[in-house]
T-cell receptor, first 110, second 112 residues
Framework: AQRVTQPEKLLSVFKGAPVELKCNYSYSGSPELFWYVQYSRQRLQLLLRHISRESIKGFTADLNKGETSFHLKKPFAQEEDSAMYYCAFKNNFGNEKLTFGTGTRLTIIP | EPEVTQTPSHQVTQMGQEVILRCVPISNHLYFYWYRQILGQKVEFLVSFYNNEISEKSEIFDDQFSVERPDGSNFTLKIRSTKLEDSAMYFC??????????FGDGTRLSIL
């Protein structure tokens, strides 16, 4: 069964320090991976999509098929990065449903 | 930028009552979804809808649930006889297919 694992429920990082939010998936085919962010009392927003390979708000994520990982990274954390981050997965069988990880609450310490 | 809108933002209902959650997807999107998030748990897929029919549903989406697109703009989730365990945040999403899903703000459903 396809599954997304985010091992850290909570992560606290000092402002200016590097951030890495971990995401691993289990799927034997070619997945499509996403990071969604949810700021306090706001909707889920798409942050990154692996196939677009772009950097949003300084965040990047690389799909590593060997390690089945899609970790989210930012070199210098900012206070406004405090939010809930969800890794999500979609297979390529034509259906569109997203499978989410349990999320990581990132807190940036000023 | 166009958004998915959901109403109401909070719904309180007595156990056993029917509830309808409403969503207006982005206008040129063709795929519609419902997800739910029980407090403290992850976001879970319920159902996807395309071309006026359900394209996929999860095991959570049993006979008490139904979805409908009653007109050209609304997409509704009906829960027929609510249970305490239906209390959750319900998110609607839409997409153009092959493109990322856009989510609404959610409806918080509280069953008493």
């Amino acid at each position: 069964a396809q599954r997304v694992t985010q091992p850290e429920k909570l992560l606290s990082v000092f402002k200016g320090a590097p951030v890495e939010l971990k995401c691993n998936y289990s799927y034997s085919g070619s997945p499509e991976l996403f990071w969604y962010v949810q700021y306090s009392r706001q909707r889920l927003q798409l942050l990154l999509r692996h196939i677009s390979r772009e950097s949003i708000k300084g965040f990047t994520a690389d799909l590593n098929k060997g390690e089945t990982s899609f970790h989210l990274k930012k070199p210098f954390a900012q206070e406004e990065d405090s939010a809930m981050y969800y890794c999500a997965f979609k297979n390529n069988f034509g259906n569109e449903k997203l499978t989410f990880g349990t999320g990581t609450r990132l807190t940036i310490i000023p | 930028e166009p958004e998915v809108t959901q109403t109401p933002s909070h719904q309180v209902t007595q156990m056993g009552q029917e509830v309808i959650l409403r969503c207006v997807p982005i206008s040129n999107h063709l795929y519609f979804y419902w997800y739910r998030q029980i407090l403290g748990q992850k976001v879970e897929f319920l159902v996807s809808f395309y071309n006026n029919e359900i394209s996929e549903k999860s095991e959570i989406f049993d006979d008490q649930f139904s979805v409908e697109r009653p007109d050209g703009s609304n997409f509704t989730l009906k829960i027929r006889s609510t249970k305490l365990e239906d209390s959750a945040m319900y998110f609607c999403a839409s997409s153009r297919g092959g493109q990322p899903q856009h989510f609404g703000d959610g409806t918080r459903l509280s069953i008493l």
